[in-house]
């Protein structure tokens, strides 16, 4: 990562990050080589990501022929303006926000156990409040729903998190752009604020 000051090297953070979010951006390459970029669900369990869908399908084609892919996760949290920090000059803007990017090859998985584990893991996310028979390998009815889908897993061989929040900013300048937040109180303001003196290396 260019900027070490956005690096978030906290694995608590990170994996915090990403059991809150259940969507993200599945990079695979096709049969001539042109990337092609999958919108799609996610749980991340163990330290490895996965993702569900059909057998067939272009995906699982390109991830046949080429299981090597990139996978990230992003969260913009507010949008800031240039007048926050510069009343005149527009270089200043910019968007705060975590993401999280991983690298590997990813596998079929057949184990019922860990597709029982990571569809649970899933469902926890798209479903929390419950109202559904938990997933269970031992289920009879789960079984060859378990059998028929298909569960990829990407154990990262190198993954990076960026937590942008003007962690580059000059102490009168977070100043300036956290009481610009806390007036403007727009959804996400006031929780940004507070990341921005969290994670600025400089007390406010």
Partial sequence: MRRDEFAMKDPHEVE????GMSFGFLGTT????????????????NGAFYFHGSRMGEKMEHLRRTPAVCFTVADEYALIPSYFSDPEMA???????????AVGEVILVDDLEEKALAMEALMKKL???GGYRTIDASDRAY??????VAVIKLAPQRMS??????QNLKPEQLN??????ECRGKHRDEETAELMCKYHPVPR
């Fill in 143 to 148: 079984i060859p729903r378990l059998k028929g």
């Fill in 91 to 101: 270089c200043p803007a910019t968007a705060f926000f975590k993401s999280v990017t």
């Fill in 127 to 129: 479903q929390p409040e």
């Fill in 30 to 45: 096709d049969e001539a080589g042109i990337p092609r970029v999958t919108p799609l669900n996610f749980a991340y369990v």
């Fill in 161 to 166: 998190a960026k937590f942008k929040f003007g």
């Fill in 16 to 19: 915090d990050f990403l059991n």
């Fill in 176 to 181: 300036s752009v956290v009481e610009e937040l």
